[in-house]
C-alpha cells in the first residue's frame, strides 16, 4: 500500500473513531446532563421487584397516620434506612405532602461515601428506582452550583450513596409531577450550612417546593440510652434552633455512653433544613413518629433512632382564629380539675417516654387543651431541683406544650442526668404558666414572689420564675445580680445597664402532690 493510500487510510480509521465518540464527547461536553443515576440498594434496603416495591410503599403510605398540619409543610425529616425498620417513620412524614402542588422537591442526604466540605450534587436526567426514573430539575442544580460556592458537582459521591435514594419511592407515589434537586451533606460548619440553607431558601421560594432532610437519629448505643439520647436532640430541633442542636451533640457525644457513635447521621443536612424553612417562613416544628431499630428488631442492645418530623409554615387564618390565652392577659385560670390533668399528663409522658420512645398525645383533645400557652415545667426530689424546661413565648397548643417540656426536663436539662424509671416514684412535677411578658424600664417595679423575671442583652437571655424569690428569699439586687449572672451569662450587675431588657411576667403554679385550693 503506498504512503498517499496509507494515509487516506489512517484518516478513515480516526474520522470512524470520532463518528463513534461523538455521543460521548456530546454528553460530556454538557456534563452529566443526559446519564440516569442507577440504584444502588434496590434488593437490600428496599425490594427489587417493581411489584413488591409498589406493594411494599402503597401500605406503608396507607398505614401512616395522617398528621393534622395547621399550616404549610416547609421542610421534612425523615429516616434514610432500610424500609424494614424506618419505612413505616418515613411515610409518617412523607404523607404530610400527599395532595400539595409541588414542582420541586430539595432532598438533603447524608453523605457516607464523600469527606468534602459543603453541600454536594449530582446533575444529570434522572434517579432510577424499580418504580421508573424521577427527573432531576437540572436547572435548578445548575443555578445553584452557579450561585452558591458551597454546593457543587461531585459524581464520586453518589453511586453508592442511599440516603437520597430510599426517598424516592415515596415521591413517585406522593409527588409524582415534581423534579428533585438532590444534595448531600457530611460535617459541615455552620458557615457552610447557612451558606448552602440561603441558597435554596432563595430558589426553593420562588417554586411549590418543600426541603428535605434524610437522616437518622443516634447510632449503636443501647436501647434505653438510645431513647434518652434522641428525645435530646428532638428537643434540639423542636427549638428549631441549630446552636441548640450543636450545643446537645456536644453534650452527648461528651458523656462517654456506650457504643455510641453519634447522636444523629445527618447533622449538618439537618441544621440547614431548618436554617432554610425559617427563612421560608417556618415558624412551628412538630415531632410525627419516633421509634428506634430495637422496637423492630427486638435486639435492644445495639440500636438506630429515627424519627419522622415536619417543620410548617402556620396559617394565617389559623393564626387569626386561635385564642392565646394567658393568666394575667384574660384573667382566666385554670380550675382544679384541669390543673389535675395537667399533672397527670405531665407525668404519664415520662412514663411513656419511658417504656416506648416517646409520649402520646391525645387524639381529640377538648378546646381548652388547643389553647396556646407558654409554660415551665419544674422536677423536684424534696425541696432539690431535678430539672426545669420551658418556653417564654406561647408558640404551642397547651397539650403539645404539657408534653414536650415535661420530656425536655426529665431527659434534656444538661444540668443533670436524664431522669430513670427508679427516680421517678420520689419525683414532685410543678407546672406554671406564664401570662404575657410585659417590658418594665424601672427594674423598683418588680415585685418579688409575684413576678417572673426575663433579663436580655448581648444575644443573651436569662429567665427566672417568681417561685425563686419565693425559694430563696433573695432581695431584689440579689435576684437580678444572679439572674443576669448564672443564668444569662452576663455581668452581674447588667440589670442596671440601660441596654439591658428586663421584662416581667406572672404564673399560675400548682405542683404534686396535688391539692386543689378550696372553692
Not at 405 to 412: D, E, Y
Request: proline share 6%.
Amino acid at each position: 500500500m503506498s504512503i498517499k493510500q496509507n494515509s487516506v487510510f489512517y484518516y478513515l480509521i480516526v474520522l470512524l473513531v470520532g463518528v463513534c465518540l461523538l455521543p460521548a464527547w456530546g454528553c460530556n461536553s454538557r456534563g452529566q446532563g443526559r446519564e440516569v443515576r442507577e440504584p444502588s440498594v434496590a434488593g437490600s434496603f428496599y425490594p427489587a421487584s417493581p411489584a413488591e416495591l409498589e406493594q411494599l410503599v402503597d401500605k406503608y403510605i396507607k398505614e401512616a397516620d395522617a398528621a393534622v398540619i395547621k399550616g404549610r409543610p416547609v421542610a421534612l425529616l425523615v429516616p434514610h434506612a432500610g424500609y424494614v425498620f424506618s419505612g413505616a417513620v418515613a411515610a409518617t412524614a412523607l404523607k404530610t405532602i400527599a395532595g400539595m402542588d409541588l414542582d420541586t422537591i430539595y432532598v438533603i442526604g447524608t453523605a457516607h461515601h464523600a469527606d468534602r466540605s459543603g453541600a454536594l450534587t449530582w446533575q444529570g436526567q434522572a434517579f432510577r428506582t424499580p418504580l421508573g426514573e424521577y427527573p432531576v430539575d437540572d436547572r435548578a442544580v445548575r443555578e445553584l452550583i452557579r450561585k452558591c460556592p458551597d454546593i457543587r458537582s461531585w459524581p464520586a459521591a453518589w453511586p453508592r450513596e442511599h440516603s437520597v435514594e430510599v426517598v424516592i419511592p415515596f415521591l413517585q407515589k406522593l409527588a409524582p409531577r415534581a423534579k428533585l434537586v438532590p444534595l448531600l451533606m457530611g460535617a459541615c460548619s455552620g458557615r457552610e450550612c447557612r451558606s448552602v440553607a440561603r441558597a435554596v431558601a432563595r430558589q426553593a421560594g420562588e417554586r411549590q417546593a418543600v426541603i428535605i432532610a434524610s437522616a437518622d437519629l443516634s447510632h449503636y448505643p443501647s436501647w434505653q440510652d438510645a431513647i434518652r439520647v434522641d428525645q435530646a436532640m428532638i428537643a434540639g430541633m423542636l427549638s428549631m434552633e441549630p446552636k441548640n442542636l450543636d450545643r446537645i451533640n456536644q453534650e452527648w457525644m461528651s458523656r462517654g455512653i456506650d457504643q455510641l457513635a453519634c447522636t444523629m447521621c445527618g447533622l449538618s443536612a439537618v441544621k440547614t433544613i431548618i436554617m432554610a424553612g425559617k427563612e421560608l417562613g417556618a415558624n412551628q416544628a412538630e415531632l410525627l413518629q419516633y421509634i428506634n431499630s430495637g422496637d423492630i428488631s427486638r435486639d435492644k442492645s445495639r440500636v438506630v433512632g429515627y424519627a419522622a418530623m415536619v417543620f410548617f409554615k402556620e396559617a394565617d387564618s389559623v393564626l387569626a382564629k386561635e385564642k392565646t390565652v394567658s393568666p394575667g392577659d384574660s384573667g382566666e385560670e385554670l380550675s382544679p380539675s384541669r390543673q389535675a390533668a395537667l399533672l397527670d399528663m405531665a407525668r404519664s409522658a415520662v412514663v411513656q417516654t419511658l417504656e416506648k420512645g416517646r409520649p402520646v398525645n391525645p387524639e381529640k383533645p377538648p378546646e381548652w387543651l388547643l389553647e396556646k400557652r407558654a409554660i415551665f415545667v419544674t422536677f423536684k426530689t424534696g425541696s432539690r431541683l431535678r430539672g426545669c424546661i420551658g418556653m417564654t413565648e406561647p408558640r404551642l397548643p397547651l397539650y403539645q406544650a404539657i408534653t414536650q417540656m415535661a420530656c425536655a426536663a426529665a431527659f434534656q436539662d444538661t444540668r443533670f442526668q436524664p431522669l430513670t424509671f427508679e427516680e421517678l416514684p420520689n419525683i414532685d412535677i410543678e407546672i406554671s404558666i406564664l401570662s404575657p411578658l410585659r417590658r418594665v424600664q424601672d427594674a423598683k417595679k418588680i415585685i418579688m414572689g409575684k413576678h417572673g423575671v426575663v433579663v436580655r442583652a448581648e444575644r443573651r437571655l436569662g429567665l427566672f420564675l417568681p417561685q425563686v424569690a419565693q425559694e430563696t428569699g433573695w432581695s431584689r439586687k440579689e435576684f437580678l445580680n444572679v439572674l443576669c449572672s448564672q443564668k444569662a451569662g452576663l455581668a452581674r450587675d447588667a440589670w442596671q445597664d440601660p441596654e439591658t431588657e428586663i421584662y416581667t411576667f406572672t404564673v399560675q403554679s400548682f405542683q404534686e402532690p396535688f391539692q386543689p385550693a378550696e372553692q
